[in-house]
């Protein structure tokens, strides 16, 4: 039952403490282990379960199996301890440390944090792109980023790559076809009426 006061870190594990846990519970995005001396539980993520790709924990481990596992990570929110484990830096059979450095943990850890800094980015490109310069006339960037001189050459976005085949495809489209007026001119031609190059009988008998 929870009394209402903030949890407290002081009866947990040090950082990247090795242990051997219970599997208290298994959901779809990981599994949580009972933590030896308290009663708090830490998850393991999927992806700390095995160095190779895991899509279902439940074919990794079951309620009641005891694993070996490392502390990560710990952290206070909304005056709760969030802690993270992992199985696939220890040896499953023996407790053995596999990243006694923790150069694994920091290299994930680095590129999780780059990851939500590029989500948490706002992407504003089209918004750039339908900007005019009151500068230079030209779109695609603001009058505080165009480097057009007074008198000098104006610059504009370069076409894509898509709008130069539209616009070779209508070029060609528009493009008289000499063919096709030959075939009308041969048409013509057939269709006119002809002289007859017969002659005709002479009426009158020629005398011998």
Known sequence: MNSGRPETMENLPALYTIFQGEVAMVTDYGAFIKIPGCR????????????CRVDKPSEIVDVG?????KLIGREMKNDRIKVSLSMKVVNQGTGKDLDPNNVIIEQEERRRRSFQDYTGQKITLEAVLNTTCKKCGC???????????P???KYSLIPDEEEEKEEAKSAEFEKPDP????SRKRKKDLSSPTRDRTHAPCSGSVES
């Not at 063919?179 to 030959?182: A, D, H, K, L, V």
């Open 40 to 51: 708090k539980q830490g998850l393991v993520h999927r992806t700390h379960m095995s160095s």
């Open 65 to 69: 199996d005891k694993v070996w596992v």
């Open 139 to 149: 779109k695609g960037h603001f009058a505080k980023d165009c480097f057009m001189q």
């Open 151 to 153: 008198g000098g050459t």
């Open 179 to 182: 063919t096709r007026n030959s």
